[in-house]
Structures are given as C-alpha cells and as structure tokens.
C-alpha cells in the first residue's frame, strides 16, 4: 500500500464523477488515512468537472484497474451500473466500496455479493448513516437498552428538492433511492427485522406527472411507510422529494424505558454533515481492507435486504388493490 511517492495513505480509485463522485472526492480531501488516486468515467466532460492536480482521470474502469496504483476502488456511478462495476473489478482482485443500493434490485445486489464472494474481496456497501456521530451513539444507547423495549423508530428524509427527471427515471423510485438508507438504518440502529410493511403515497398530478422535475409514471413524490418488527416494535418511515425548508434528516425513537430524537441533517446545515460521514465511511473501509478486520459499514447482505424491503414497498404502488382499479 505504500506509493512511490512515500504517500501511505490507502489508495482508492473513483469510479463514477458525476455529482455523487464529485462529493466524494471533497469528503476525502483532507483525509489522512485515504487518497483518491484516479477516476474513471466515460463522459469527457464529466471528467473535465473532476479533473484535479495529479489525479488521472481514465475512460473506462478498465484503464483504471490497468494503471494500477490502487488498494480498493470506490463505485460512485449510476445504479444501473452499479452490478457490472462492481463484478468487473472484483474481478480484478481488488476490494470494492459501492455506493447505494448496490443495484436496482435485490437480483442486481445478490450478482455483487457473488462476485465479491468468488474473487474472495470485501464489499462494502454505503450507507453513510452507519458513519454519523449521533446515530451510532443512539445505536449505543438502544443496545444497551437504555430505552427499554424499542416500540417505534420514525425516521424521516426529506429532500429540499428532487433531482433531475434523467438522475430520478434511472434511480429505481423513491424506495430504491431514498429509502433504502431508512430500511438499513432502522435494521442497524435496532438489530430487528422487518415482518410487515405498508404503503401510503401521495398520487400523482392531474396530467400524470409526479411533480414539475419528476417523471410520469407511478414513482411518488411523497411516500410513507409503516411497518412491524419482530422484536415487537414498529417502525415509520417518511419519504419527500419537496421540503422547501431544505434537506433535512431525522429520527425519533421511543420505548418503555425512555426516547430520543436526533436531528443529524438540519435544514441550511448543507453538506457538511454528509461530507464527514464519507470521510469517515471511507476510512473504515480502507482499515477493514488493510487489517483484514470487519468494519462498521453495510454488508451486500444488509443491501440486499434493503433493496428488497424497497421493493415491496413499490410493488404496493403498482398493485391493482392500492390504485383502485
């Protein structure tokens, strides 16, 4: 893992520069323990708006792995892309960070996992929740059962604005990418299962359009869900596209010994928050690859699982009983 340039920091490739790739290379400026080393993408002009001072930017993953100068490799490009990535370059022997959800679907992930599990390299999957101060210290106190019984979890994610038709009609739906991280997050912070779950969402304009910036079809702008654990809990989750107080994270916990509420995204707090939790997310993959240790982050087992909950969640949408026909 030493560089020719005496630099010992963990060498990790980006694959993908677009926005999500962007924000990673900024999350990871000034880490000590991690270095961006190359990016691959296949859009010139995306490369252009990556592009920094001594770091080569390649068109294919290929060329990337190829140049070598790599410990790990980061997968930051579209989910649909996510399952050839991921299986080229565990193929090349190389350990992989993958942003969520690792896939569309639970099929895509389970292709992930069995080509991290036959070239015998860890994949993590990226749920930064796992890496934000507040959530692992409410994690701490629910395992320690300082609140006693668990019997809800509310967790809610609303976004100031949605993100471009082109980004949203190739996302999967608003399960698949946004709540995703609700579904992982309520596993990790609890240690339960889901067993039952149940849809609302808010319908679609009169011309069929879900919203000015979302695409026509069924993808809601707004949807909930509410499930049962089998620990005997229950949990909500809240899912909005248009909060136009600004982005905004939280959950709220309550059980028969006491509760808590951690507000870890504010509205107006922009990306900091997120930002240190990439950073820390990265550095904990680079330790699990470099020690051999497992690290704190999502397992493709745990993707799996989210992206399946996801998926029942939008096949309520879909079902004939939901739509009223």
């Known amino acids: ?16 520069a677009g926005r999500m790739g962007r924000t990673h290379l900024a999350a990871l400026a000034g880490s000590r323990q991690v ?6 993408d296949p859009d010139p002009a995306t490369r252009a708006a990556a592009a920094r001072p001594g770091l080569p930017g390649f068109a294919t993953v290929a060329e990337l792995v190829a140049a070598g100068n790599l410990d790990g ?8 892309a996510h399952s050839p990535i991921v299986t080229e370059i565990a193929a090349a022997g190389l350990p992989v960070l993958c942003e969520k959800p690792c896939g569309l679907d639970t099929a895509q992930a389970q292709v992930c996992a069995a080509a991290a599990a036959r070239a015998g390299v860890l994949l993590q999957v990226a749920y930064w929740r796992r890496f934000v101060p507040e959530l692992a210290a409410l994690r701490q106190r629910i395992r320690a059962g300082e609140l006693g019984r668990v019997l809800a979890v509310n967790c809610y994610q609303w976004d100031e604005a949605p993100p471009g038709a082109g980004f949203r009609g ?27 779950l149940r849809v609302a969402a808010a319908r679609p304009d009169a011309d069929g359009a879900a919203g000015e910036a979302g695409p026509v079809g069924t993808d809601p702008d707004c949807g909930q869900v509410v499930a049962e654990l089998d620990g005997g809990g229950t949990a909500m989750i809240s899912l909005g596209r248009w909060h136009p107080a600004g982005d905004t994270c939280r959950v ?3 059980g028969t010994a006491g509760t808590a509420s951690v507000l870890f995204l504010p509205p107006g707090a922009g990306d900091g ?9 990265a550095e ?3 330790r699990a690859v470099t020690t051999g240790a497992p690290g704190q982050g999502a397992s493709a087992a745990d993707a799996v699982i989210a992206l399946n909950l996801a998926g029942q969640a939008a096949a309520q ?4 009983a939901y739509r009223g026909s």
Not at 35 to 40: D, E, Q
């Open 1 to 16: 893992m030493t560089a020719g340039d005496g630099d010992r920091r963990f060498r990790l490739g980006l694959a993908g």
């Open 35 to 40: 270095r961006v080393t190359g990016l691959a």
């Open 73 to 80: 490799v980061l997968v930051a490009a579209p989910t649909s």
């Open 170 to 196: 190739a996302s999967g739906g608003i399960f698949a990418d946004m709540g995703v991280h609700e579904f992982d997050q309520v596993r990790w912070l609890t240690g339960q299962e889901f067993c039952a």
């Open 252 to 254: 709220e916990v309550f």
């Open 273 to 281: 928050p997120f930002r240190a939790a990439l950073r820390r997310q």
């Open 284 to 286: 904990d993959f680079a």
């Open 317 to 320: 949408l879909t079902a004939p």
